[in-house]
Structure formats: C-alpha cells, structure tokens
C-alpha cells in the first residue's frame, strides 16, 4: 500500500504539492494555548517529510507561484507604502526603514559571528524576522551568484532549515517582546494610553466631539408630526440640526397620502409623517413625546450596505468629525474602515483620520450610498472576475526590469524577475487608489496569490530539500537556535526605544508602529489584547507596507553581504 502511494507521488509530483498543502495547513491551524505554527511553517514540515521518498519537482513550478505571490504582496501594500513615503506617514515609513535595516545589520553580524555561508544566512534572516517571502529572493541570488552547481544546491537546501528553526521564537518572541516586556519597558500602561488616546485624539476635545454618534447603529422609525409641535414650519435640515451632536436624517415623508422624496429645504406641516433614520437611543430620547406611526410604505425605503474604496485625494488626513459635516455623508452610516493588505480594523471615533485607499463600509438609502460614493471614490462592490489583463502584464513588465543584471565588483546584481514583479505590484497597487478603473484584483483572488502562492513555493522547497533537511540539520547544530533567539530579540528591544524618544510616537501606537516594521500582525494583535484597544493597529498599516517590502528584499541582500 505504502509503496504505491510512494511511487505514484515520484510519478506524480503534482499530488505531493497538495498533499503537502493539505497537511501543512491543517498543521498550521492547530492552536497550542495563543500560538499556532502558521500555514508556511506547517506546509514546510510537511514538505520536508513528504520529501524524504525523494521527488523531483520542476523548478519553474516554484517560480510560477512565488513571482504571482510577490506581485500580490506589492499590490496589496502599494497604497500605505506610497502614502507612507509621500505623506505624514512619513515619520512612521522612516522607523520601519530604521527598524528593517537593524534586522538586517543584526542577522549580518550573527552570520558573520556564526561562520554562516549564504544558505543559512538567509534561512535565518527569514525565519527569525518571519519574512517568509525572502526566501524566494534568497534562493534566485544564490543561484545567480556564480558558484558552482553543487554548492548553489546546497546552500539553498540549507535555507529552510535555518528557517524552520528560527521561525518558533521569532513568532513567540516578537510578540512577547511587544505585548508582555514592551510596556514595561516604557513604563507605560498600554491599555490606559490607549482609553487616554481615543479620549483626547480620537474623539476629540470639544463637547460635540464627544457626543458625537460616529456614524454607525442606523435604525429607521416613522413619526406623526403635531400641531404646534417643534417641528412645524422648519427645513427637514433645521429639524436634523436640532440633534445637536446625533446623526439624525428625514429619509421620506407622507403627506396627504403621498409619498414624498424630502430635499434639505423641504418644510414640515401638521399632520406629516415622516421617516428618520438615527441611532436607536437617540430617536427614543427625542421623540419619546411624539406619536410613533406604524407606516409600511413610508418605511420601505431601498436601502445598500457597500465597501467603497476612498479615491478623493481631499479626504486624506480628513477627520471623521469634519467629513460628518459634508452634504455627501448626509443620510449615510459608517460600518467599518479597513485598511492596508491586511485589511486591518480601524477604530470609528470622531477623531479618527481617513486615508486615501481604507475601505469604508457604509449604508443608508441607495440615493445618499450614491452620492457619497460619487464624492468619495469608487464602489468596491463583490466580484468574481480577476482583470487577467492587469496581472499578466504587470508581472510581465516587472519580470523585465527584475531580469536585468548588473554585474559590480565581479557579482551579478540582479532583482530577479519575481523582485521586480514584488516593485511593480507596488506601483499598480498605488495607481488604484488613482485611477479604480485600471482593474481589480478581488480579495478572494488576492488571498489565493498570496497564501496559496506562497505555500506552494514553500511546499516545493519542503519536498525538495527534504532528502538532506536532516544533514543539513545536524550541521547548522542546536546554536542556530540561539543565533535566532538574537536576530529576532535585539530589534524588539530596540525598535520601542527608537520609537519613543526618536520618532516620538505616542504610548498608544508605538508598539504597533514596532509590530508593523516587523511585518507580525500576531504581535499586534496581541498587542491589542493587552490593550482592549484596537488604537496600536493605527501604527501597523504603513510600517507594515514598507518593512514588508525591505525585509522581502533583504533576502537579496544578505545574501550578497555574506558571499
């Protein structure tokens, strides 16, 4: 039984790879207490066990999906990393550019310390600052590098190793430096200056900005208006303001038995029924005196809950509570704000500022939906369909520019095709928060590039080097271990000190700008739990985009500094 199975995976690599796939993320699923293993190191034991009946797998294979995935990863940060650079991100892209340079100076210096060739430097740059993209980069500039054959074979063999031996602590220990030591060694209360930034930044100082209903928990009512009453003889918009502070709006109106469409300028009359939309304790606080009507028609009004991806250059850096006040918001309820490719929750505060590229979640009637989204950006409404157009001729374009070799010093300095395809990504990325129109990728499809590409090239390295993972193994020897624990903890250290009294971030972000320039989502989102604030994500979004990029890129690097 066994020895077919064996023999028709050599026949068959194709089915080892979904095997692999298969397994690894069910391994990387498994939950132990907080942490589990991840789909990349689960796909990579698997492929490295797998790998030991010995199958041959083309290599072009590997390249198909690692230069789709990386094109993925450059689409999906393109927007934070260009706004990170251009804008007041600025600060914040520049302490990812410091941090992800530290990274780099620090496995260097471990390599060099350790006598590590190329293989293992960069399985350690990849595994101990989790960058798993790297190893791509790593491989194609060992194998670009003018060494033998042989040797190129084996010092890439020696990449996953070092990999799946620091990737362990430089997952647990980033975001135990972080969420657990991080705050300690501040000095600071994480959960108490976030609770103090969304008080004083996010909702603002004034009395209106506090009372302020951000946006959000629209219900629809129908109410008789009286003779006499408040609101007889005023503009459905002088009735709104009356809210003072609440989102309140006049959807529609029953007169004389007709259905009537209001306009701002429209004035009420004894005896209309009219429709408002507002949050639920509001419309019962301020007309828990007047007669509420139960009227079928007056409330089925077409309504649309839709993402809509911020293209207006004037929104960025715009405050909620200012965007509140624009005609266009009129009648329409903010659900959600995600932002970057991670697609991040962002906090929904008053204070809280717009980036050209979040996703905003809204809804309300279908003609307010509209006009805000006409003022705003573009509808990002579910799809099925991937403009193939888009990506084949970025990965194309980017493939030639990365192809091309510059030889200095005697070594040929290449991007390879799948770094180029990462740099064009970036700018295609961007260019849809520009011009929508050019094409998109849906998230569904953006998560297969990245997750399924990424994993099958991580699979293929599995099973390919899976007959000398254990030589390879016994020679890095348990010191490796130890190399790791040193190139993932010196930055975190570092990089919270650097924050604070460098870049002078606020208590509340610094730690998620940190998170962020590590490219570990977990570490912040346990940064998040210690806090029971969403508020450290505000510093994840464009030191993420940007150290995404270097680290990936680093693997090139190292690479030539250690040959």
């Known amino acids: 039984m066994f020895s077919y199975i064996f023999d ?21 699923a498994k939950r132990f207490g907080s942490f589990s293993l991840g789909a990349v190191t689960g796909t990579l034991l698997a492929g490295v066990i797998i790998g030991q009946i010995g199958i041959d797998i083309s290599g072009q294979v590997k390249s198909i999906f690692f230069i789709m995935f990386l094109f993925a990863v450059g689409f999906g940060v393109g927007p934070q990393f260009v706004r990170g650079i251009a804008t007041d991100g600025l600060p914040q892209a520049m302490f990812a550019v410091v941090v992800s340079v530290l990274c780099l100076i620090v496995v260097w210096i471990a390599a060099k310390v350790a006598g590590y060739g190329p293989g293992l430097a960069g399985g350690l740059l990849a595994g101990a600052q989790t960058i798993s993209a790297s190893i791509g980069l790593a491989t194609d500039a060992i194998n670009t590098s003018g060494l033998p054959a042989d040797q190129a074979k084996a010092q890439t063999d020696l990449i996953p190793v070092a990999y ?40 603002g100082g004034s009395k209106e900005a506090n009372h302020l209903s951000a946006w959000h928990a629209r219900e629809l009512r129908a109410y008789r208006v009286r003779e006499g009453g408040v609101a007889v003889g005023k503009t459905t918009l002088a009735l709104e303001a009356l809210a003072k502070g609440e989102r309140l709006f006049i959807e529609r109106l029953r007169r004389g038995g007709e259905l009537i469409s209001p306009t701002p300028q429209t004035v009420l009359q004894a005896g209309d029924l009219v429709a408002i939309s507002g949050r639920r304790e509001a419309l019962v606080t301020l007309f828990e005196d007047a007669d509420e009507v139960d009227d079928k028609d007056l409330l089925d009004i077409p309504v649309e809950a839709v993402d809509v991806l911020l293209t207006n250059k004037a929104l960025d850096g715009r405050e909620l509570i200012e965007l509140a006040r ?53 509808p990002d409404r579910p799809q099925t369909v991937t403009n193939m157009v888009l990506v084949g001729l970025s990965i194309f374009i980017g493939g030639l520019i990365g192809a091309y070799v510059l030889p200095i010093g005697g070594i040929p300095i290449t991007l390879s095709t799948s770094g180029g395809a990462l740099i064009v990504g970036l700018i295609v990325g961007w260019l849809r928060t520009v011009k929508p129109q050019i094409g998109n990728i849906p998230q569904p499809t953006l998560w297969f590039m990245n997750s399924v590409g990424l994993n099958v090239f991580i699979a293929i390295v599995g099973i390919t080097s899976g007959p000398t993972f254990i030589a390879g193994l016994k020679e ?56 029971q604030s969403d508020v450290p994500m505000l510093g994840y979004t464009v030191p993420y985009a940007v150290s995404n990029t270097l680290l990936t890129l680093w693997g090139l690097v190292i690479v030539l500094l250690i040959l």
């Open 476 to 531: 890095a020897g348990f010191g490796l271990f130890f190399w790791g624990l040193f190139a993932t903890a010196v930055p975190m250290l570092i990089a919270p000190y650097i924050g604070k009294y460098i870049f002078k971030f606020d208590d509340a972000i610094n730690l998620g700008c940190c998170g962020g320039a590590r490219t570990s989502t977990a570490s912040v989102a346990m940064v998040g739990e210690v806090a």
């Open 326 to 378: 624009e005609p266009y918001t009129r009648g329409v309820y903010l659900n959600s704000i995600r932002r970057g490719s991670m697609a991040v929750n962002i906090p929904i505060l008053p204070g809280t500022k717009l980036n050209r590229g979040d996703i905003v979640r809204v809804a309300g009637a279908t003609s307010h939906v509209e006009a805000f989204i006409k003022a705003t950006g573009f």
């Open 8 to 28: 028709t995976l050599r026949a068959n690599p194709q089915l080892a790879i979904f095997l692999t796939l298969a397994i690894g993320y069910w391994i990387g």
């Open 164 to 203: 799946a031996i620091t990737y362990l602590f430089g997952t647990i220990g980033t975001g135990w430096i972080l969420a657990f030591l991080g705050p300690k060694m501040l000095g600071v209360n994480i959960a108490e200056a976030c609770a103090r930034y969304e008080r004083e930044v996010l909702k």
